[in-house]
């Protein structure tokens, strides 16, 4: 039976990390986790991000190895080859929340497929922990490393991890300078973009559908919240 005929909500599966974590974590911490969300909308990341219909950036990444297939170069100009292309931004393989959402949409890629698209995961972790992450979660689309979010940056979601942040989650033995490429705290919070469509002169950017929903190639809806 396909993976797709039974998904549970995303939202519901959300939920139900973050109720475990209020219940294992002390107050004093829990307060910080759950004030990063509206930190990083302080900063003013919603007006930095790339407009609806701006040029994509193009960009050439390291793919993880997958398998028996090593390691290689991938070139945004070869994904849009292969038709209209979502890339999904994610800050690491140690945050449950980041990981539910990229099995969501391990979960729908045949769909994807099915619909004539392709989708892509960018990190800024070490090739090696992307290696991880294709093996444990059996990810068949790309997983690229974005040393220091530099690609995130050209999309407009990068953001420096705060000093009190970064506090906290040395409290919790989450080492994001070791596990990201460039041993920096540049990260992306959770978000997805897509091109509406094949074009290889001038792809476009425009918000991803939430993975809690069927993807369509040609329509776009609201970016995803930073939700990790």
């Known amino acids: 039976m396909p993976r797709t005929s039974k998904l549970p909500k995303l939202q519901d599966q959300l939920d139900a990390i973050t109720a475990r974590t209020r219940t294992l974590v002390q107050p004093d911490r829990l307060a910080i986790s759950e004030g990063v969300a509206a930190d990083l909308f302080a900063t003013g990341i919603e007006d930095r991000i790339l407009p609806v219909g701006s040029p994509a950036p193009e960009f ?60 892509a995961a960018i990190s800024p972790q070490t090739r090696r922990q992307n290696d991880f992450a294709v093996q444990q979660h059996e990810l068949k689309f790309p997983m690229l490393s974005d040393p220091g979010s530099t690609v995130a940056a050209q999309f407009g979601i990068a953001h420096t991890v705060p000093d009190h942040v970064r506090k906290y989650f040395r409290s919790i033995l989450v080492n994001i300078p070791f596990a990201n490429s460039g041993l920096t705290y540049e990260t992306a919070p959770d978000s997805a973009w897509r091109s509406p469509g094949f074009s290889s002169s001038n792809p476009t950017a425009k918000p991803a559908p939430s993975p809690s929903r069927k993807p369509s190639p040609t329509r776009a809806s609201a970016p995803n919240p930073p939700t990790c």
């Open 60 to 119: 050439t990444l390291q793919g993880a190895q997958s398998g028996n297939q090593p390691s290689k170069p991938v070139h945004s100009s070869d994904l849009l080859a292969l038709g209209p292309v979502i890339l999904k931004f994610f800050r690491g393989r140690w945050d449950p929340y980041c990981v539910t959402e990229l099995e969501t949409w391990r979960d729908l890629y045949p769909t994807v497929r099915e619909r004539g698209a392709i989708l």
